[in-house]
Antibody, heavy 114, light 107 residues
Framework: EEQLLESGGGLVQPGGSLRLSCAAS????????MSWVRQAPGKGLEWVSG???????TYADSVKGRFFISRDNSNNTLHLQMDSLTAEDTAIYYC????????WGQGALVTVSS | DIQMTQSPSTLSASVGDRVTITCRAS??????LAWYQQKPGKAPKLLIY???TLNSGVPSRFSGSGSGTEFTLTISSLQPDNFATYYC?????????FGQGTKLEIK
């Protein structure tokens, strides 16, 4: 059974850093484009970043230069390194498979607050 | 960036109704449009991709149409399980923007 399991969320102070991970199982991870999508409390969906099967990455303007997406195909894991966090980054962060986003994890909550 | 605008933002309907949600793109995205359903506290689920192709396991009462800049999601006969928030997303070009969502409520 295919599964995406996010981890690494939590409470961080403004200006701090956090690294999210997404463990994939049940499918051929290396073959898929993977993405991060976030949802601020009570708000809509925002595509954050994506990485192709070949390793090419793209970012939303709102996170460009602060977030870094990577993938470890040997361990079937997607990562999102988030630096210089602000309150506006508070959200549930979902990892998602494919393009379009055919399968989603359950999300990891990131709270940026002092 | 391509802006995606959904209408209406909220839709009140009854079980058995036929409803349509519209999504407009600020520039042509060909047919590179997906629709997602999200229920409270849950991750979104893909309903339709490439504007009109039903994802595996999605009931046939859901349908999508359109190309270029104007798209619609239609639910032919609402069921209790269909009351949720629906999002469109373009995946024609980065960043892959979403519409603001349409909340489908029980009348």
């Amino acid at each position: 059974e295919e599964q995406l399991l996010e981890s690494g969320g939590g409470l961080v102070q403004p200006g701090g850093s956090l690294r999210l991970s997404c463990a994939a199982s049940g499918f051929t991870f290396r073959s898929f484009t993977m993405s991060w999508v976030r949802q601020a409390p009570g708000k809509g969906l925002e595509w954050v970043s994506g990485i192709s099967s070949g390793g090419s990455s793209t970012y939303a303007d709102s996170v460009k230069g602060r977030f870094f997406i990577s993938r470890d195909n040997s361990n079937n894991t997607l990562h999102l390194q988030m630096d210089s966090l602000t309150a506006e980054d508070t959200a549930i962060y979902y990892c998602a498979r494919g393009l379009p986003l055919g399968y989603w994890g359950q999300g990891a909550l990131v709270t940026v607050s002092s | 960036d391509i802006q995606m605008t959904q209408s209406p933002s909220t839709l009140s309907a009854s079980v058995g109704d036929r409803v349509t949600i519209t999504c407009r793109a600020s520039q042509s995205i060909s047919s590179w449009l997906a629709w997602y359903q999200q229920k409270p506290g849950k991750a979104p689920k893909l309903l339709i991709y490439k504007a009109s192709t039903l994802n595996s396991g999605v009931p046939s009462r859901f349908s999508g149409s359109g190309s270029g800049t104007e798209f619609t999601l239609t639910i032919s006969s609402l069921q209790p399980d269909n009351f949720a928030t629906y999002y469109c997303q373009q995946y024609n070009s980065f960043p892959y923007t979403f519409g603001q969502g349409t909340k489908l409520e029980i009348k």
